[in-house]
C-alpha cells in the first residue's frame, strides 16, 4: 500500500527557475526522506527530515516538514539541466508487521534549456 | 569503494524460466535491500538482509522468488518460473545503519524483460 503520494506527477519548468513538489503520507512517521532517480538509474538519497524537525537544507535543498498537515516539500532552487530526474519520498511503513521504506510514485521533473 | 553494483544490467528471459540476479553492497554494509521498479511507479520493497540473516520478506513475494546472502556479502534473487508479470527493473540498495534513518545507496539495477 502506498504511503507517501508525491504532486505533481510531473512537473517541467525552465532552467534557473525554483521546482516545488509535495509529499503527503496517511499514518504519523519517525522520519521522511527523499531520492532523486535519473532515468534508468538508481536511486541517490537526497535528504531526511525527522519528525521533530520543520525545514532542512542542503545546497540548492531545501525540504520542509509539516506533520500537523502530514505532508513534506521539495524545493530545488535555480535549477539545472542535470536537475531532470524523478524525486521519490520515502516513509517508514505503518506498522512493524508492514514492509519496510515506502515509496511514492514520484514526480517528473523536466528542466527545459 | 566502487558502490553497489548489480549483475546483469539487463535480463530477456522466456516465460517459464528461471533468472538469477546478483547484488555486490558496499563492502562495509550491513544491511542489503532488494525492490522492485515498473514503468512510472516507486520502487516497491520486496525482502532485506541484514548481515547474512533475512529479516523482512515482503506479501509481494511470492514463492517463485527467493533471496540469498551466503556470507553476509553479496546477494543473489532468483525468480523460478518466470511471468510477464515479473518484467520489471529489479533494484538493489545497501545501508551501514539501524532503525529507520538508514540512508540506502542504490545499484544501477537489473532490467528483466520475460517475453
Known amino acids: 500500500s502506498q504511503q507517501g503520494e508525491e504532486d505533481p506527477q510531473a512537473l517541467s519548468i525552465q532552467e534557473g527557475e525554483n521546482a516545488t513538489m509535495n509529499c503527503s503520507y496517511k499514518t504519523s512517521i519517525n522520519n521522511l526522506q527523499w531520492y532523486r532517480q535519473n532515468s534508468g538509474r538508481g536511486l541517490v538519497h537526497l535528504i531526511l527530515i525527522r519528525s521533530n524537525e520543520r525545514e532542512k537544507h542542503s545546497g540548492r535543498l531545501r525540504v520542509t516538514l509539516d506533520t500537523s498537515k502530514k505532508s513534506s516539500s521539495l524545493l530545488i532552487t535555480a535549477s539545472r539541466a542535470a536537475d531532470t530526474a524523478s524525486y521519490f519520498c520515502a516513509t517508514p511503513p505503518f506498522t512493524k508487521r508492514d514492509d519496510k521504506i515506502i515509496f511514492g510514485k514520484g514526480t517528473r521533473l523536466h528542466i527545459l534549456p | 569503494d566502487t558502490g553497489v553494483s548489480q549483475d546483469p544490467r539487463h535480463k530477456i528471459t522466456k516465460r517459464g524460466q528461471n533468472v538469477t540476479f546478483r547484488c555486490d553492497p558496499i563492502?562495509?554494509?550491513?544491511?542489503l535491500y532488494w525492490y522492485r521498479q515498473t514503468l512510472g511507479q516507486g520502487p516497491e520493497f520486496l525482502t532485506y538482509f541484514q548481515n547474512e540473516a533475512q529479516l523482512e520478506k515482503s506479501r509481494l513475494l511470492s514463492d517463485r522468488f527467493s533471496a540469498e546472502r551466503p556470507k553476509g556479502s553479496f546477494s543473489t534473487l532468483e525468480i523460478q518460473r518466470t511471468e510477464q508479470g515479473d518484467s520489471a527493473m529489479y533494484l538493489c540498495a545497501s545501508s551501514w545503519g539501524q532503525g529507520e534513518e538508514d540512508e540506502q545507496y542504490f545499484g544501477p539495477g537489473t532490467r528483466l524483460t520475460v517475453t
Open positions: 563492502s562495509e554494509h550491513n544491511r
